[in-house]
């Protein structure tokens, strides 16, 4: 793969370019202080290599750590009690900020999965908070929304072993993405027990979904409010100018 003094790829003069302005080393070059291997490579005229740098320029910064614009941050509430939905909202509220778009109720099933433990006849609402937030809490919001669960149930009196399920998530530009701690092949590990899952994907100015997504995250109810959500976030960057630059 690799010649004495010079490196055998199509690519070469790119590479080259890139390492003439990085000073890179060339694994088995001749002098591993500096890139005088790369001036074995004839460049055909002073425009090749105007557009050879101008490329490289960009190879060596696709590396760079770049601003991660925030993000809207929601919470899926499920349960079968008025009460319990109330008192989410108020927590939310209390420690996220204060509710700027509300789905309305949508009927849940999951296929009879929850009925054991929380009951027949739930609904989920999805509530985003005012507060923008960086995404790279997520770990921490499911972890935040469980210790909530537990409080609730233990202050409650209903008869249910899990009377209200908090399901945490953000908002892109480009994505919906919840948190869980249930592993599958197409989610990602977090820390602390905990996945990510992109649930929905805007495409062609419309949310799509995917063989994994929820049918509940499939109605134009959640459509509606990932759009006022995702109109929300675009206003705040235009206002702050937090745009992710493009190197």
């Not at 390492?19 to 202080?33: F, N, V, Y």
């Not at 500096?34 to 960009?58: K, Y």
């Not at 760079?64 to 109330?86: L, N, S």
Request: charged share 25%.
């Amino acid at each position: 793969m690799y010649e004495k003094g010079r490196c055998r790829s199509p690519w070469n003069d790119v590479y080259g370019a890139a390492a003439l302005r990085s000073k890179t080393k060339c694994i088995g070059g001749q002098d591993e202080t500096t890139s005088s291997w790369l001036l074995s490579t004839p460049l055909s005229n002073s425009n090749s290599l105007t557009s050879l740098e101008r490329f490289a320029e960009e190879v060596t910064s696709m590396s760079a750590i770049r601003f991660v614009e925030p993000v809207v941050r929601f919470c899926a509430v499920i349960t079968r009690h008025k009460d319990a939905r109330k008192w989410a909202i108020a927590r939310l509220a209390e420690q996220w900020g204060q509710a700027t778009v509300c789905s309305v109720e949508i009927p849940f099933e999951a296929g009879g999965y929850y009925t054991p433990s929380m009951g027949s006849g739930l609904h989920k609402s999805l509530i985003a908070v005012a507060d923008f937030a960086d995404p790279g809490g997520l770990a921490d919001w499911k972890n935040e929304t469980n210790e909530w669960e537990q409080e609730y149930t233990r202050s409650s009196q209903h008869e249910e072993d899990r009377p209200l399920n908090l399901d945490p998530g953000y908002m892109t530009q480009a994505k919906l993405v919840l948190a869980t701690t249930k592993d599958r092949d197409h989610r990602l590990y977090l820390r602390d027990g905990m996945f990510a899952e992109v649930t929905l994907t805007y495409v062609g100015k419309a949310w799509q979904h995917h063989r994994w997504t929820y049918p509940s995250y499939r109605t134009d109810e959640v459509a509606t409010f990932a759009n006022q959500c995702r109109a929300d976030l675009r206003q705040h960057l235009k206002e702050t100018r937090q745009f992710r630059s493009h190197p």
